[in-house]
């Protein structure tokens, strides 16, 4: 499991390749080992997996009649979607990579999607615990989601950029690729295992 420290060095990888220096290159590790360390950000942004379970659990329960309850199962069923929407993106990437010749790449965006995700996912936890602990504040904090989301779509591309240059058009189909399909699959998936609110 990689150190805090390490994580702190990947992290500052990620903002100088957002920041366009090249040097950013050098702090992330794109090898076999490195894809396969950068899973370990699951962990790391646990904590905030869990508030968005509370969340969730919140807002279906107020969704249902009163004094309806939600036990274990209910939270296995949103670990399974948050596992498929880790897990089925960067399959998706990888078969593109593979159709479109650029093999070679897919190590580098696995690394950078995976460690990514932590910046992205404390970022949405802050505005989660806002919704939670401040209700008034909700309208606010959907519409700082809607600014976060489009600061995540401009950050991966940015960042992609410094790995494929300028491919813009193969930028942006790896951009939507890591992010839509999960967008997708949460309300599919939640529909289909009966964890979704309404």
């Not at 920041?19 to 699951?42: E, H, I, M």
Request: proline residues 5%; neutral net charge; aromatic residues 14%.
């Amino acid at each position: 499991m990689p150190t805090l420290k390490e994580v702190e060095f990947y992290l500052t990888g990620l903002w100088l390749l957002f920041t366009q220096d090249p040097k950013g290159v050098n702090y992330l590790d794109f090898s076999d080992r490195g894809a396969l360390r950068s899973f370990w950000a699951a962990v790391f942004v646990l904590p905030t997996t869990l508030l968005t379970f509370v969340w969730w659990r919140s807002i279906y329960l107020q969704a249902q009649p009163e004094g309806a309850e939600v036990g274990s199962l209910f939270f296995f069923r949103l670990g399974l979607v948050e596992i498929a929407n880790w897990i089925v993106p960067l399959v998706l990437v990888g078969l593109l990579c593979w159709m479109v010749g650029i093999g070679e790449k897919f190590l580098s965006i696995v690394v950078i999607s995976n460690w990514l995700t932590l910046p992205a996912s404390y970022a949405y936890g802050f505005l989660l615990l806002m919704m939670l602990l401040v209700p008034g504040l909700t309208g606010l904090a959907v519409i700082l989601s809607y600014g976060l989301a489009v600061a995540l779509v401009m950050a991966l591309f940015r960042i992609l950029r410094m790995v494929f240059g300028d491919h813009v058009l193969t930028i942006a189909t790896v951009t939507m690729v890591l992010l839509v399909p999960a967008m997708i699959l949460s309300g599919v998936l939640e529909r289909y295992l009966g964890i979704y609110p309404g």
